[in-house]
């Protein structure tokens, strides 16, 4: 079984469309995380829920929304893309926000925006 | 803001030779992870450090965490072709709330 698994993995898109992302995680874990890589791998931090409060909102675009159904579902809406947004994002969880214990990562979702 | 550096940003090695990354935190950390990321793959956990001063060993992996938990190294020795991919370390944010990491380590190995 997967642990965190997010859909699509590749998706290729039309600048200013809309599109999500969905994550699961089926680990039980409290805390579910979005990380975004550029091309030269840097891993940066979007949003991160806990019990489905957002706990961080780092400086992204308001066009990234977040949205929790259940504590084990993450899903990430993008509205507007633009070609700036191309890049691989994850789908994260750990099992406690507080110690920040490990975080499992889901396989990626490669957002190609042309 | 809380940063997190890592050097060097590229390194390549014969095969069996040594290989170290290093990490620099401008805070003091609760703790350090260490993740690998395969060429097309996602961030794997290795390890996580917590005591000042901590030395903790997987195979040919050796990890380190700095007397002022600010600073961390993983040395890889007699590396293998199976090594190659970027390691990244990591630590909580300020609030405790989310990891952050360091723009990682890409290690290639040739034969």
Redesign the interface.
């Given at each position: 079984d997967t642990a965190v698994s997010q859909t699509p993995k590749y998706l290729v898109t039309q600048m200013g469309n809309d599109k999500s992302i969905k994550c699961e995680q089926n680990l039980g874990h409290d805390?579910m995380?979005w990380?975004k890589q550029d091309s030269?791998?840097?891993?940066?931090?979007m949003f991160?829920y806990?019990n489905k409060e957002l706990?961080?909102n780092e400086t992204v675009p308001n066009r990234f929304s977040p949205k929790s159904p259940d504590k084990a579902h993450l899903n990430l809406h993008i509205n507007s893309l633009e070609l700036g947004d191309s890049a691989v994002y994850?789908c994260a969880s750990s099992p406690d926000?507080?110690?920040?214990?490990?975080?499992?990562?889901?396989?990626?979702t490669r957002l190609t925006v042309v | 803001g809380q940063q997190v550096m890592q050097i060097p940003q590229y390194q390549h090695v014969q095969e069996g030779e040594d290989f170290t990354t290093y990490c620099n935190s401008s805070t003091t950390l609760s703790n350090i992870q260490w993740y690998k990321q395969r060429p097309g793959g996602h961030p794997v956990f290795l390890i996580q450090l917590v005591k000042s001063g901590e030395v903790k060993k997987q195979k040919r992996l050796t990890f380190q965490f700095g007397e002022a938990k600010k600073n961390s190294s993983l040395h890889i020795t007699a590396t293998q072709t199976t090594d190659v991919g970027t390691y990244f370390c990591a630590g909580p944010d300020q609030a405790g709330t989310a990891l952050i990491f360091g723009k990682g380590t890409t290690l290639s190995v040739s034969s």
């Amino acid at each position: 079984d997967t642990a965190v698994s997010q859909t699509p993995k590749y998706l290729v898109t039309q600048m200013g469309n809309d599109k999500s992302i969905k994550c699961e995680q089926n680990l039980g874990h409290d805390t579910m995380y979005w990380y975004k890589q550029d091309s030269k791998k840097f891993l940066k931090i979007m949003f991160s829920y806990n019990n489905k409060e957002l706990i961080i909102n780092e400086t992204v675009p308001n066009r990234f929304s977040p949205k929790s159904p259940d504590k084990a579902h993450l899903n990430l809406h993008i509205n507007s893309l633009e070609l700036g947004d191309s890049a691989v994002y994850f789908c994260a969880s750990s099992p406690d926000r507080v110690r920040s214990t490990e975080a499992f990562f889901g396989q990626g979702t490669r957002l190609t925006v042309v | 803001g809380q940063q997190v550096m890592q050097i060097p940003q590229y390194q390549h090695v014969q095969e069996g030779e040594d290989f170290t990354t290093y990490c620099n935190s401008s805070t003091t950390l609760s703790n350090i992870q260490w993740y690998k990321q395969r060429p097309g793959g996602h961030p794997v956990f290795l390890i996580q450090l917590v005591k000042s001063g901590e030395v903790k060993k997987q195979k040919r992996l050796t990890f380190q965490f700095g007397e002022a938990k600010k600073n961390s190294s993983l040395h890889i020795t007699a590396t293998q072709t199976t090594d190659v991919g970027t390691y990244f370390c990591a630590g909580p944010d300020q609030a405790g709330t989310a990891l952050i990491f360091g723009k990682g380590t890409t290690l290639s190995v040739s034969s």
